[in-house]
C-alpha cells in the first residue's frame, strides 16, 4: 500500500499516455495556426497600406465579426439547445478566435495607447475581456491535466459529499478490530495508533474546506504530507489497520480533489462574472464606435 499511495499523491508515474502526446502536439498545431493567421493579417494589413488604403477598415471589420462570433458562443452555450460535445467544440473555437483577435486589435490599435477617453474605454475593456479569457482558458486546463475531478457533483455537491466523507473516515477510524472479541484478548494499540492519526492530522482536514492557497496554484504539497503520515504508519499494524488505513486514504484523496474543484470551480463562477458582462458592455461600445466612425466618414458629423 505504501508504494502506491506515495505513487498517487505524486499524481502521475511519469509516462506520458499517447492520449497525452497527442494533446501537446494538437496544442502546437494550434499555436502554429495563430502564429500564421496572425502574420498573415498583418501582412495583409501592409499590403493595405503599401495600397493607400486605410487597413483600419480592414482589420475593424476583422475585429468586429470576431467580436460577434464571440458574443454568439455566450448566447449559444445559455440556450441549452447544444450538446455537451457540441459545447466542447464551441470552447475550443471561442479560445483559437480569441488569440486571432489580440492580433486584430493590436493591428487596429496600430501598436499604439489610446488618445481620447472613449478609446480608451474600448482599450481598456478589450484587455479586460482578454485577460479574463485566459485566467478562465487556465481554469479549464488546470480542472483537466491537474485533477481527477469526478464533474457529475458539481459545485452546489460538494459541501454535502465532503460531509459523508467526514463520516465516512470517522466510522473507519471508530470501526473495532474482530479479531481481538473473538479470542477476548487486549485490545492491541494499532486502533489507538490510527485514532492518534485521525486526532492530529485528518480531523481538521475533514472539517472543512482546507489549502486554498496551494490549490490555486495546483500544489500537491498538503496531500504529501498526509499521505507521507498514512505511510509512516502502515508498517507497524496489522492486516486489519493496513485495511482501515488503506481506506482513510481512499477518503483523503477524495476530499483533498473535492477541495481543489471547490476553489477552481469557485473562480470560474466569479470569472464569469467579469468575463461575460464585460463582453457585452465591449459589444455595445464597438457598435458605437463603429457609428461615430462611418458618421464621421460620411461628413454627418
Not at 509512516?232 to 477524495?254: C, F, M
Request: hydrophobic content about 50%.
Amino acid at each position: 500500500m505504501k508504494f502506491v499511495a506515495r505513487r498517487a499523491a505524486n499524481g502521475s508515474v511519469g509516462v506520458r499516455s499517447p492520449g497525452s502526446m497527442r494533446g501537446v502536439s494538437g496544442q502546437a498545431i494550434t499555436a502554429i495556426l495563430i502564429v500564421a493567421i496572425s502574420g498573415g493579417l498583418f501582412w495583409l494589413v501592409e499590403i493595405y497600406t503599401s495600397a493607400l488604403r486605410d487597413p483600419r477598415y480592414l482589420d475593424g471589420w476583422l475585429l468586429a465579426g470576431g467580436m460577434s462570433l464571440q458574443l454568439f458562443f455566450h448566447v449559444a452555450t445559455k440556450t441549452g439547445r447544444l450538446s455537451p460535445k457540441s459545447i466542447m467544440r464551441w470552447r475550443t473555437f471561442h479560445i483559437f478566435v480569441g488569440y486571432l483577435l489580440v492580433a486584430a486589435f493590436l493591428s487596429h490599435s496600430n501598436f499604439a495607447l489610446p488618445n481620447s477617453a472613449f478609446d480608451w474605454t474600448l482599450w481598456t475593456g478589450f484587455v479586460l475581456v482578454t485577460l479574463s479569457g485566459l485566467f478562465g482558458t487556465y481554469l479549464a486546463w488546470s480542472l483537466k491535466t491537474k485533477s481527477r475531478v469526478d464533474e457529475r457533483i458539481g459545485y452546489d455537491r460538494i459541501p454535502a459529499r465532503v460531509a459523508e466523507l467526514a463520516q465516512d473516515v470517522k466510522a473507519v477510524v471508530a470501526m473495532p478490530d474482530p479479531s481481538a472479541d473473538a479470542i477476548a484478548l487486549p485490545a492491541a494499540p494499532y486502533d489507538a495508533w490510527i485514532t492518534d492519526l485521525y486526532t492530529n492530522h485528518l480531523q481538521d482536514f475533514f472539517e472543512g474546506p482546507r489549502n486554498f492557497s496551494s490549490h490555486l496554484v495546483a500544489s500537491q504539497r498538503p496531500l504529501k504530507r498526509l499521505i507521507d503520515e498514512i505511510n509512516h504508519l502502515a508498517p507497524y499494524v496489522d492486516a486489519q489497520g493496513q485495511e482501515k488505513l488503506s481506506r482513510i486514504w481512499n477518503l483523503v484523496t477524495e476530499k483533498d480533489a473535492l477541495d481543489f474543484a471547490r476553489v477552481h470551480f469557485g473562480l470560474t463562477r466569479a470569472w464569469l462574472f467579469v468575463h461575460v458582462p464585460v463582453t457585452y458592455g465591449l459589444f455595445v461600445l464597438s457598435v458605437l464606435h463603429v457609428l461615430v466612425v462611418y458618421s464621421y466618414a460620411s461628413g454627418a458629423l
